[in-house]
């Protein structure tokens, strides 16, 4: 395999799954049953050579740094691995931590099978410094892969799962302007962006599934969405009632996004009722899922973003002036 000919097939990414991650996972669980240390593989480069196999588009030989997916046309793309499978747990007895492949708590004075698994892993975007930040929206698309469980409560199906991102749309590029001169500048951390699969954010991107695949207990792998064999899955509006707990959405915000789409809402104050009858009108009026995105992500981060605007590198600003719609 030393050629790119097998780039794009289904047989090639079911091998690749088989030899990078099934062979080296139940290795890495045969030695972490002896050592009692981490179960987990680094996934980070797996996930790139598996969006290379199933877009059929090359990497650039770099690991951390560089261009990870080289598109046609001079473009290029950036991947990012998250990985919940296998993460330490607890155990809800005692509290004492449980590896992923432990059945029962290892506390010989408690022994408990009520066991906490944990699933939450995330994306990391790393924008160290202002050069960083001028190219963060360089790539033309992110490739955002996810290995999780099926249902946490029963984890005996592990999900692979590849999203494309475009580094354009207002729900990426206005984010990471917002994270930069906002959350990391007050930040003493200085911590990477962290997206959480499924969170508000991520679904303000309007991420497009390509791919995806189903691994079962038994190794075997089933793959539903591949690329050119199936049709990839755009996402829905965002559920606004999914996310009610959101500090970021307020109920001005929500109904600042309703008057910009010309929404009749219930006339309430309850954050709830408000979030449910938003998502009720969009669905009853078949209003496209990109335009809810966008509409929603130019509200949420207006202020945060037009606060800093003269700050901003030209890029940026010309980016921000335009989504934003300003003159």
């Known amino acids: 395999m030393t050629d790119q000919v097998g780039l794009g097939t289904v047989e090639f990414s079911e091998k690749l799954i088989q030899d990078l991650y099934l062979g080296l996972r139940a290795r890495i669980n045969t030695w972490a049953a002896v050592t009692q240390q ?74 408990s099978t009520n066991i906490v698994r944990k699933d939450d892993s995330k994306w990391l975007i790393g924008i160290r410094n202002d050069d960083e930040f001028g190219i963060v929206m360089g790539p033309d698309y992110y490739y955002l892969v996810l290995f999780d469980f099926v249902d946490l409560a029963e984890p005996d199906t592990i999900r692979a799962s590849i999203w494309r991102v475009g580094s354009a749309s207002p729900g990426f590029g206005l984010c990471m302007i917002d994270y930069y001169m906002n959350i990391r500048a007050g930040s003493v951390s200085k911590a ?37 064999r199936d049709q990839e899955v755009p996402s829905g509006p965002p559920v606004l009632s999914n996310f009610v707990r959101s500090t970021n959405l307020t109920v001005a915000k929500a109904q600042a996004t309703a008057d910009r789409l010309g929404l009749q809402l219930a006339a309430t104050a309850n954050k709830l009722a408000l979030f449910k009858s938003f998502d009720d009108t969009v669905a009853a009026r078949g209003i496209a899922a990109g335009q809810v995105a966008d509409a929603l992500a130019n509200e949420l981060y207006r202020d945060e973003v037009t606060a800093h605007l003269d700050s901003l590198p030209p890029g940026h600003k010309a980016y921000a002036m335009r989504v934003l719609g300003i003159t």
């Open 38 to 111: 981490t179960a987990q593989a680094r996934m980070g480069y797996v996930g790139q050579h598996l969006v290379s196999v199933a877009t059929g588009f090359p990497g650039g030989k770099s690991g951390a740094r560089g261009k990870d997916l080289i598109l046609p046309g001079g473009k290029y793309a950036e991947i990012k691995t998250c990985y919940r499978v296998d993460q330490l747990g607890s155990c809800a007895t005692c509290g004492q931590a449980v590896a992923s492949i432990e059945a029962k708590c290892t506390n010989p004075a408690c022994g």
């Open 192 to 228: 990477p962006f962290n997206l959480w699969p499924y969170s508000l954010k991520f679904e303000l991107m309007k991420p497009t599934l390509i791919y995806r695949s189903l691994i079962a207990a038994d190794d075997t792998i089933t793959t539903v969405v591949f690329p050119g």
